[in-house]
């Protein structure tokens, strides 16, 4: 597979993940780490199956520890953080400082052996991230970063910094077939449920189109998305990946504001203005060889 290709691959996690918010909002009020322990274990299992009908085995998740480490850490380790930074910080402001994590892949790419890190991938990100700090503030300057948020605030980095960790050191286990994601799956459905059964409320989906919509993550955006996201890092243009990455919450809002779960806004206009263009700029490069 080329360099092209594989980020082609990667980009349609972006566009799965940009569902993510739609087919929650018609799942129910399922809370968290049930929805996690549900979606990654539909994942999980349904990956098994497609393993064993390809290989015939499941040898694939014989993998050394530091393997399951990064994986486990990566997937289980950044939803956790996330989850706790939204109880601990204003959802907005906890958002914004998670959505640090393509910025941080584009900065930490540069780390990687045979990867250069230009100016226009660095201004790319920052687009997206303003871009990104438009869409979670809604246009408003309603971010306000209280001392007594600290913690949450912190929680949230850390949150940016393990997935932008897991994404850019997926690199260095290039060898490792993307298959093994299935393994890590399901771990983060495992540990999901222990921590949903220590202090979360049993709610289930109630209604059959909660179900479906269940099924639909579990399948694309907490599911597939993993796999093609993994190829996207291990094969692909991290740079590029990374400052696309900001395009997920603008499609997000646009899928709501098309199923009439959000309103249009300027300020939504001027997010997919700025997204669109810094994944252009940080783009330039792969543009020019496709060219």
Request: proline share 5%.
């Amino acid at each position: 597979m080329t360099r092209s290709s594989a980020t082609l691959v990667g980009l349609t996690a972006i566009l799965m993940w940009s569902m993510l918010a739609l087919m929650t909002a018609a799942s129910g009020a399922v809370p968290p780490f049930l929805m996690n322990a549900l979606c990654f274990g539909i994942s999980g299992v349904v990956g098994l199956a497609i393993v064993r009908a390809r290989q015939g085995s499941f040898a694939v998740l014989r993998q050394p520890w530091p393997v399951w480490a990064l994986g486990v850490g990566g997937l289980f380790g950044y939803h956790f953080l996330y989850f706790t930074a939204l109880k601990a910080a204003p959802p907005a402001e906890a958002s914004l400082i998670c959505y640090l994590w393509p910025l941080l892949i584009v900065l930490l790419s540069g780390l990687l052996p045979g990867e250069r890190l230009k100016p226009h991938h660095i201004a790319g990100a920052l687009l997206g991230l303003v871009g990104a700090a438009l869409i979670v503030t809604k246009g408003g300057t309603a971010l306000a970063l209280s001392p007594a948020n600290a913690f949450g605030y912190g929680v949230a980095l850390a949150a940016a910094l393990v997935w932008a960790g897991y994404s850019v050191l997926s690199r260095r286990f290039a060898g490792v077939p993307s298959e093994a994601v299935v393994g890590f799956c399901l771990a983060t459905a495992i540990l999901s449920a222990l921590f949903h059964m220590i202090g979360e409320p049993a709610i289930w989906p109630a209604r059959l189109g909660e179900w479906l919509a269940v099924v639909g993550l579990g399948l694309l955006p907490v599911g597939l998305a993993f796999f093609t996201w993994d190829i996207g890092m291990k094969r692909g243009d991290i740079q590029v990946l990374g400052a696309a990455a900001y395009a997920a919450p603008l499609l997000s809002t646009l899928l709501l504001v098309a199923f009439g779960f959000a309103a249009p806004t300027w300020s939504l206009a001027a997010a997919c203005v700025l997204i669109s263009g810094g994944g252009l700029i940080a783009a330039k490069d792969m543009l020019r060889r496709r060219g």
